[in-house]
């Protein structure tokens, strides 16, 4: 069973920043996509970030685009989530996730990942 901690989040001023890191183990994750989600009060939880096994490859959602970086430490097996110039409107849970049924490419649906972190909370305060 692959288990997923996040860790980072925190309170934050608007145009702030924040690195959101989630450490795996108990499985191997090397050679599966992961990505960052997050999920507002009253909100659908939305991608925000996802990167392939070997951080060549990456997508990010227009809502942070230019302004998120997500990168990965496969000797860690971690990844990362740096956010900058940080919006009330980034406030939320962010989630990290793998789909682990998946080798060497990409996934972009919540429903496809197989295994989730508990979450970090981000806020963001105007």
């Known amino acids: 069973q692959v288990q997923l901690v996040e860790s980072g989040g925190g309170l934050v001023q608007a145009g702030g920043s924040l690195r959101l890191s989630c450490a795996a183990s108990?499985?191997?994750?090397?050679?599966?996509?992961m990505g960052w989600f997050r999920q507002a009060p009253g909100k659908e939880r939305e991608l925000v970030a996802t990167?392939?096994?070997?951080?060549?490859?990456?997508y990010y959602s227009d809502s942070v685009k230019g302004r998120a970086t997500i990168s990965r430490d496969i000797t860690r097996d971690t990844i990362y989530l740096q956010m900058n110039s940080l919006k009330p409107e980034d406030t939320a849970v962010y989630y990290c996730?793998?789909?682990?049924?998946?080798?060497?490419?990409?996934?972009?649906?919540?429903?496809?990942?197989?295994?989730w972190g508990q979450g970090t909370q981000v806020t963001v305060s105007s």
């Open positions: 990167i392939n096994w070997n951080g060549g490859s990456t």
């Open positions: 108990g499985g191997a994750v090397n050679e599966s996509p």
């Open positions: 996730a793998v789909d682990t049924r998946t080798h060497f490419g990409m996934t972009y649906y919540a429903p496809e990942y197989d295994y």
